[in-house]
C-alpha cells in the first residue's frame, strides 16, 4: 500500500501553552480537527472562566476546535464544572497527582478530597481523564503507574462505577489489561510509546527528547502498547500528549519531560502501523474510536497518506522567538501527508 485516506484525525490529548509558545505550536496541529487541550498551565486553568478565556487564546492562536479541559484541584468547586460542561465550554477535567509530571502541583494528593466534585461529575455525565501515575517518592518511576492502577485507579472506578473514564497516554502492559477489563474506559496512546522504549533513550547515550512522563518502559510493554493501538479496540485512540518545551530546556543538566510530536505524528503513527501490518486499522485510532468514546460526531473531511522517499522533516521549529526540537526516532520514516489539492 503507498497511499491510505483516512477521516480527518483529532488528537485527545495535546499541550499547547499559552503566550508565545501557544502562538508557535498552535498552528503544528493542523492535520488534526479537534484536540483536547491540557490545562496544566502556569497557573493552571482551573475555573470554567479561565478555561473560556484560554479557548478564546487557543483560537486566536490558530487551533479552530479546542476541547477545554479544568485541572482537577482539592478546592474544584463541583457546581463550577457541572456549569462549564453544560455551556459546552469544557469537554473533560483532568486529574494530576500532586506532583506527578510538569505543572502538577495543584494536583491532587488526598483523593477523599474531591470525591464531591467527582460524585457530581458522574452524575452530570462530566468525563476525567487521568495521568495515571502515583507520585510517592519511594515508588520507582518506572512502576507508578502500574501502582496507581491498584491504589488509586481500581478504587476509583469501584466507588463511581458511571463516571467517564479516560486513563491517559498508556505506557504498561498492566494498564492494557485494566483499561480491557473495565469495559466503557477509554486509553490515549502516544506515538512516542509507540515508536519508542527505554533503551532508545537509554542505551548508548541518554536522549532527552526521548524523556516524557510516564517515562518510556521496557520492550515488552511497548509492544503490548502497539498490539492494542494496531487492534482495532475501540477502547484504544490517539492522544499524542505532545508537549513543548523550548529546547534549551530539554537539552539540559535537568530535562523538562515531554515530546514534541504534534508536526508529524501521523507519518509516524503510518511507520508503526505499516510495521505492525495494520494499515487498514489507523483510521479506527485516529479518528473513529476517540469520537465514539467521547459521544461526539465523526469528522467530515479525509487526508492521504503517501509513502515516498525517506522524508525530512524539520529538526525544529523556530517561530515567535521560541525553538522547540521535534522528535525523532532514530530512523527512516517513509510516509507523509499529502498537501490539499
Ligand atoms: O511528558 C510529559 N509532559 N508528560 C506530562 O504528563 C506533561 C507533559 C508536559 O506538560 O510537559
Ligand atoms: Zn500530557
Same mark, same amino acid.
Given at each position: 500500500?503507498?497511499?491510505?485516506?483516512?477521516?480527518?484525525?483529532?488528537?485527545?490529548?495535546?499541550?499547547?501553552?499559552?503566550?508565545?509558545?501557544?502562538?508557535?505550536? &498552535?498552528?503544528?496541529?493542523?492535520?488534526?480537527?479537534?484536540?483536547?487541550?491540557?490545562?496544566?498551565?502556569?497557573?493552571?486553568?482551573?475555573?470554567?472562566?479561565?478555561?473560556?478565556?484560554?479557548?478564546?487564546?487557543?483560537?486566536?492562536?490558530?487551533?479552530?476546535?479546542?476541547?477545554?479541559?479544568?485541572?482537577?484541584? %482539592?478546592?474544584?468547586?463541583? &457546581?463550577?464544572?457541572?456549569?462549564?460542561? $453544560?455551556?459546552? *465550554?469544557? =469537554?473533560?477535567? @483532568?486529574?494530576?497527582?500532586? #506532583?506527578?509530571? =510538569?505543572?502538577?502541583?495543584?494536583?491532587?494528593?488526598?483523593?477523599?478530597?474531591?470525591?464531591?466534585?467527582?460524585?457530581?461529575? +458522574?452524575?452530570? #455525565?462530566?468525563?476525567?481523564?487521568?495521568? #495515571? +501515575?502515583?507520585?510517592?517518592?519511594?515508588?520507582?518511576?518506572?512502576?507508578?503507574? /502500574?501502582?496507581?492502577?491498584?491504589?488509586?485507579?481500581?478504587?476509583?472506578?469501584? &466507588?463511581?462505577?458511571?463516571? @467517564?473514564? =479516560?486513563?491517559?497516554?498508556?505506557?504498561? $502492559?498492566?494498564?492494557?489489561?485494566?483499561?480491557?477489563?473495565?469495559?466503557?474506559?477509554? /486509553?490515549?496512546?502516544?506515538?512516542?510509546?509507540?515508536?519508542?522504549?527505554?533503551?532508545?533513550?537509554?542505551?548508548?547515550?541518554?536522549?532527552?527528547?526521548?524523556?516524557?512522563? !510516564?517515562?518510556?518502559?521496557?520492550?515488552?510493554?511497548?509492544?503490548?502498547?502497539?498490539?492494542?493501538?494496531?487492534?482495532?479496540?475501540?477502547?484504544?485512540?490517539?492522544?499524542?500528549?505532545?508537549?513543548?518545551?523550548? =529546547?534549551?530546556? @530539554? %537539552?539540559?543538566?535537568?530535562?523538562? &519531560? #515531554?515530546?514534541?510530536?504534534? !508536526?508529524?505524528?501521523?507519518?509516524?503513527?503510518?511507520?508503526?502501523?505499516? +510495521? +505492525?501490518?495494520?494499515?487498514?486499522?489507523? %483510521?479506527?485510532?485516529?479518528?473513529?474510536?476517540?469520537?465514539?468514546?467521547?459521544?461526539?460526531?465523526?469528522?467530515?473531511?479525509?487526508?492521504?497518506? *503517501? @509513502?515516498?522517499?525517506?522524508?525530512?522533516?524539520?529538526?525544529? *521549529?523556530?517561530?515567535?522567538?521560541?525553538?522547540?526540537?521535534?522528535?525523532?526516532?532514530?530512523?527512516?520514516?517513509?510516509?507523509?501527508?499529502?498537501?490539499?489539492?
Amino acid at each position: 500500500m503507498d497511499s491510505l485516506t483516512i477521516r480527518r484525525p483529532d488528537d485527545w490529548h495535546l499541550h499547547l501553552r499559552d503566550r508565545d509558545m501557544l502562538r508557535a505550536v &498552535a498552528p503544528e496541529s493542523r492535520h488534526f480537527n479537534r484536540a483536547i487541550i491540557m490545562p496544566n498551565l502556569v497557573p493552571p486553568v482551573v475555573t470554567g472562566a479561565q478555561a473560556a478565556a484560554y479557548r478564546e487564546r487557543v483560537i486566536a492562536a490558530g487551533f479552530a476546535n479546542p476541547l477545554m479541559t479544568l485541572y482537577l484541584t %482539592e478546592t474544584t468547586d463541583p &457546581a463550577d464544572v457541572v456549569r462549564a460542561h $453544560a455551556d459546552g *465550554i469544557i =469537554t473533560a477535567v @483532568k486529574l494530576y497527582p500532586a #506532583g506527578a509530571t =510538569t505543572n502538577s502541583a495543584s494536583g491532587v494528593s488526598n483523593f477523599e478530597n474531591v470525591r464531591p466534585v467527582l460524585t457530581a461529575m +458522574e452524575e452530570a #455525565g462530566v468525563p476525567l481523564c487521568l495521568h #495515571g +501515575e502515583v507520585t510517592d517518592s519511594d515508588i520507582d518511576i518506572f512502576d507508578r503507574e /502500574a501502582m496507581f492502577l491498584d491504589r488509586v485507579l481500581t478504587p476509583l472506578r469501584a &466507588a463511581h462505577p458511571d463516571l @467517564k473514564l =479516560t486513563l491517559e497516554h498508556v505506557t504498561t $502492559a498492566q494498564a492494557v489489561d485494566w483499561v480491557r477489563a473495565h469495559p466503557g474506559t477509554g /486509553a490515549t496512546i502516544t506515538v512516542q510509546h509507540l515508536m519508542a522504549n527505554r533503551n532508545d533513550m537509554l542505551a548508548g547515550g541518554m536522549r532527552p527528547h526521548f524523556y516524557c512522563l !510516564p517515562i518510556l518502559k521496557r520492550g515488552t510493554h511497548q509492544r503490548a502498547l502497539r498490539q492494542a493501538a494496531t487492534s482495532g479496540d475501540t477502547q484504544f485512540f490517539l492522544g499524542t500528549d505532545s508537549a513543548p518545551h523550548p =529546547t534549551h530546556a @530539554k %537539552e539540559s543538566a535537568c530535562c523538562s &519531560a #515531554g515530546c514534541f510530536t504534534a !508536526p508529524h505524528a501521523l507519518p509516524l503513527l503510518a511507520h508503526v502501523f505499516e +510495521e +505492525e501490518e495494520a494499515l487498514d486499522r489507523l %483510521e479506527a485510532f485516529t479518528s473513529l474510536n476517540g469520537p465514539a468514546h467521547y459521544g461526539l460526531p465523526l469528522n467530515d473531511g479525509h487526508l492521504t497518506l *503517501i @509513502k515516498g522517499g525517506p522524508q525530512t522533516f524539520p529538526h525544529r *521549529i523556530e517561530a515567535h522567538g521560541q525553538s522547540v526540537t521535534l522528535f525523532d526516532p532514530g530512523h527512516p520514516i517513509h510516509w507523509h501527508i499529502e498537501a490539499p489539492a
